[in-house]
């Protein structure tokens, strides 16, 4: 079939909005209608050719929701007609890393989705004849697109799609973090650095599981009201303040955060985010996705001292599991969504949405098929 889609033809370079040929799906796979798609930093940052794993030209995008047009032989799980939200993550229930509750980073087909192909190592998208890449085995930014079954999960169908596609990545990413990776207790003083799509859902589930202090660190001033909207108490911007961010942290959540969330992507945070957690227990989680070949440091004796340094990847959330789960927290009012999504735009529009994450001015974007 034909279907429309943005793609991506080089680093740097904006989307083309173009028809490309999109085979049917094959064993184990489904067809899915994509109906809406958030713009999540990992795009941009795909994009700007920082990621290793990125390839051009390929269809980005993993933060959607849809409904199954079709489905390839074998596929049980799901039918034509369900309402699914498409996962970077999936969730096999079967491989050594699903079976294992400590981790939620199925690895069934995560050689292939880094790849840029589905698990029989071919591309379904094509254009002209040549194979474009997938993209995190999802590939959003194309208004049809082949999954593996364990790649979707089947939610309710009254979830509006232009709200419930931000749960395909951002909230359940930061939301995820406090609840699945963190643990977050009540009482805790948590500190988010970044206060975009990801560290607001940050905010929100410290706010959800009762956290006392909740700080927000951002050089843009605008980002203050935005953390108040969600339950942030304080707001610091690292540019306005006098001397050193780290002992201003620390004597602000007196002796250290409990925890604290880095969602920026800057190896130079993650260390002032480790080095603001409190002396003993303080826990750190790397949400930040850092460019290839960056690396982190800090002086060992910062863990000798009781902090710890984690990272999580899709909020800890098992997709399959967790998702109808999180659909159910905003349908019932527990989580907010629609006020953080600031801009719906077009397939034609959808480089005005990376345009305002680089301006600042968006939480955000969602493209509306
Ligand atoms: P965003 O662009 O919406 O927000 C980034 C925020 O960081 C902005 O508010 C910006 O002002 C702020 N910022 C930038 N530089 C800063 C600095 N030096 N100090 C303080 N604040 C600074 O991005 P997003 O969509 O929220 O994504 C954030 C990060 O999380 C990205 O690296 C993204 O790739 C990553 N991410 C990771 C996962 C995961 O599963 N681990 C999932 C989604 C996104
Ligand atoms: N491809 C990059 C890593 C990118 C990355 O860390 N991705 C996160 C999700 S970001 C969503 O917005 C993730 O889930 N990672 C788990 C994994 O298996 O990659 C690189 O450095 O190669
Ligand atoms: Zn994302």
Redesign the pocket.
């Known amino acids: 079939m034909k279907t429309r889609a943005a793609v991506a033809f080089g680093a740097g370079q904006k989307l083309e909005v173009t028809e490309v040929d999109l085979d049917g799906p094959r064993a184990g796979e489904v067809l899915v209608e994509v109906k809406a798609t958030g713009i999540?930093?990992?795009d941009?940052?795909t994009l700007s050719g920082a990621d290793p794993e990125g390839a051009f030209p390929s269809i980005l995008g993993h933060e959607g929701a849809g409904v199954v047009v079709d489905v390839g032989p074998e596929v049980t799980s799901v039918k034509k007609g369900d309402h699914v939200i498409p996962l970077y993550?999936p969730e096999c229930r079967e491989c050594e890393y699903c079976l294992n509750p400590k981790t939620n980073l199925c690895q069934a087909i995560r050689s292939t989705q880094g790849q840029g192909v589905m698990p029989d190592g071919t591309s379904r998208f094509s254009l002209d004849g040549k194979p474009i890449n997938h993209f995190m085995g999802t590939s959003t930014f194309s208004n049809y697109t082949v999954l593996p079954e364990i790649a979707v999960a089947k939610i309710r169908e009254d979830a509006p799609f232009d709200k419930v596609c931000y749960i395909g990545?951002?909230v359940t990413?930061?939301i995820g973090?406090v609840v699945n990776t963190a643990k977050v207790e009540p009482g805790a003083n948590v500190v988010v650095?970044?206060?975009?799509?990801?560290?607001?859902n940050v905010i929100q589930g410290a706010r959800m599981v009762g956290a006392n202090m909740i700080v927000g660190?951002?050089?843009?001033n605008e980002?203050k009201a935005w953390g108040e909207r969600f339950g942030m108490t304080h707001f610091v911007n690292?540019g306005e303040i006098e001397g050193d961010l780290v002992p201003y942290l620390v004597e602000l959540t007196g002796g250290g955060a409990d925890y604290s969330f880095e969602?920026?992507?800057?190896v130079?945070?993650m260390r002032q985010a480790l080095e603001c957690a409190h002396k003993g227990w303080g826990q750190s989680i790397?949400?930040?996705?850092?460019g290839a070949g960056e690396e982190i440091s800090t002086r060992p004796v910062q863990l000798v001292t009781g902090r710890t340094w984690k990272?999580?990847?899709?909020?800890g959330a098992r997709g399959r599991t967790d998702v109808p789960r999180i659909v159910d927290w905003y349908m019932d009012g527990k989580i907010e969504i629609d006020p953080m999504i600031t801009q719906t735009l077009s397939l034609d529009e959808i480089n005005k949405g990376f345009d305002l994450?680089?301006e600042?001015k968006?939480?955000?974007s969602v493209v509306v098929y």
């Not at 650095?193 to 607001?200: A, D, S, V």
């Open positions: 999540c930093h990992t941009a940052f993550t990545c951002g990413t930061g973090a650095f970044g206060l975009g799509g990801i560290g607001l660190v951002d050089l843009n980002k690292p969602c920026v992507g800057n130079k945070l790397i949400i930040g996705v850092a990272g999580s990847a899709f909020g994450m680089h600042g968006s939480i955000r």
